[in-house]
């Protein structure tokens, strides 16, 4: 006889049973309320359009195409600067729009979630692959959430997909409710680990441990716009908030620690810093994209809250009546016996969703580590094009310059033109170093590319001479390197000629 099993055991089919307190503090922490979902969708969804119309539509022929500054057959080492064309999704002129588009319409409204997430993380892998130097930390942080939101139930809330009928027997559930997958503790851990590496880079900064880093991050010229120039002359304040911004890095711990109302106040203090960030500094989608991970940290307490204030604006419960639907997994019982296989592939394809995901997130946290120069790593492991593209975000060391250009045009006849604003060429250094750099993607690439080699050089100064006017002989780029400390400007502008052409 096969002696009974006692309901005390610890095992079900042979399978460990995770006891109920355990698994409480498990999903308390590693779980996400399907409302957070939804508004990091809905976050992600709106990132990613700002980043295309608003920052890089207006370049997309300049930067992105063989008619602008980067054409792929004018560099002598291709290896190094073009991604291989297995690896490559082809963009026009137009087709990144087109393709970025399509799938930030079906994102943003909760169809189709997990295909668009996955859409979107090709196009605009591709489109950073065509001009690496365009690529910051926000951009690379932006790429990786939207391949961890390709596993994540993004329509569980606020989306098009099929609602729940309770006169049909579905469930909808509960409000304490919240989604503990791998995918959720991954995309979770990852967030953390983002701010944890730059939290152990300021540490080992003696800049921002003498609390003068904010100071000088907020003499940069090209970095600092809308409130920044009126913040930079409060010295209380940046030291203030240098030691605010540090201390609120190391607690980033406490959002997979913590629980509740603590967790809800770290996550609100992180949103408050990165819209302190927008409104001060030029950091491309780098704020928004954080803001919209935050979301993922909001517990439901705090969704209740604002369900509550929502339910007292909306008193027809047009809101309410948004509801999310527990997804039950088929069964080879439920099935015909003709297709009693599925149950085994899907067991099979979440077995190799979880092995991408602990892959991937392994990876990419390497490489960051690598590249924010926490470990040592051989030479030749490092890509000079990529490293603007790290975590490390003002650390450890903020930067002790900022640069200009000047793009010298002399026509044979009068006096040369400034072919930046078709003014007489001046070097002395402007009164903001921003209005050298007709858009935020010219000083991105005139920033990244300081220390590029002469391929990059020739074609730069090959674009400006096809655009020049037709009597200009000759063009001559110019970088001019302003020091500063925390007080200012230090010394006087180097000049440093870049590259001399002729024209015609």
């Not at 500054?69 to 004018?74: E, N, Q, S, T």
């Amino acid at each position: 006889m096969t002696p009974a099993r006692s309901d005390s055991t610890s095992t079900t089919g042979g399978d460990l049973t995770i006891p109920p307190s355990v698994r409480a503090f498990v999903r308390a922490r590693l779980g996400i309320d399907p409302r957070a979902l939804g508004a990091f969708r809905i976050g992600l969804g709106l990132v990613v359009v700002a980043d295309l119309l608003v920052l890089r539509a207006p370049g997309l022929r300049t930067f992105y195409t063989d008619r602008g500054i980067r054409p792929r057959g004018r560099f002598s080492d291709a290896r190094a600067v073009v991604t291989p064309r297995r690896f490559r999704i082809p963009l026009g002129a137009s087709s990144p729009a087109r393709g970025h588009r399509a799938v930030r319409d079906v994102r943003l409204v909760g169809y189709r979630s997990r295909i668009a997430a996955l859409g979107s993380a090709l196009l605009l892998a591709s489109l950073h692959a065509r001009n690496p130097y365009l690529v910051n930390g926000g951009d690379t942080i932006l790429v990786s959430l939207l391949v961890l939101a390709a596993f994540l139930p993004l329509d569980s809330m606020w989306s098009l997909r099929r609602r729940p009928d309770p006169r049909r027997g579905e469930t909808r559930i509960d409000e304490e409710h919240r989604i503990t997958t791998t995918a959720t503790a991954i995309v979770l851990l990852h967030v953390v680990s983002i701010y944890a590496i730059n939290a152990i880079l300021k540490f080992r900064s003696d800049a921002w441990m003498s609390g003068v880093a904010v100071r000088r991050i907020f003499r940069l010229e090209d970095f600092v716009y809308l409130f920044g120039p009126m913040l930079a002359e409060q010295t209380a304040a940046l030291t203030a908030i240098n030691w605010l911004w540090t201390v609120t890095l190391s607690a980033s711990v406490l959002l997979i620690l913590t629980t509740g109302w603590l967790r809800a106040a770290i996550g609100v203090a992180f949103v408050v810093s990165h819209l302190g960030m927008a409104a001060t500094m030029r950091l491309g989608a780098f704020p928004y994209v954080m803001v919209a991970a935050v979301l993922l940290f909001v517990p439901p307490r705090m969704w209740d809250r604002l369900a509550e204030f929502a339910s007292r604006t909306d008193p027809a419960g047009r809101l309410e009546s948004i509801a999310w639907e527990r997804r039950s997994g088929h069964t080879a019982a439920s099935m015909p016996s003709g297709v009693a296989v599925w149950p085994r592939l899907r067991r099979g394809g979440r077995l190799a969703g979880v092995v991408f995901l602990v892959g991937f997130a392994l990876s990419i946290g390497c490489w960051q580590v690598v590249a924010a120069g926490l470990v040592d790593a051989p030479a030749a492991t490092t890509d000079g094009e990529l490293d603007g593209a790290s975590w490390a975000f003002f650390a450890p060391n903020p930067p002790d310059s900022y640069s200009w250009y000047v793009i010298e045009a002399d026509r044979g006849t009068g006096d040369p033109i400034d072919l930046v604003d078709g003014g007489t060429v001046d070097f002395d250094r402007p009164a903001d170093a921003m209005d050298r750099y007709p858009t935020t993607l010219w000083k991105r690439y005139g920033t990244k590319t300081r220390g590029a080699g002469e391929a990059h050089r020739e074609p730069a100064v090959a674009y400006f001479c096809d655009r020049a006017p037709a009597d200009v002989e000759s063009v001559t780029i110019y970088r001019f390197d302003q020091p500063v400390d925390a007080d200012g400007p230090v010394g006087e502008p180097i000049r440093r000629e870049r590259i001399t052409a002729a024209c015609g």
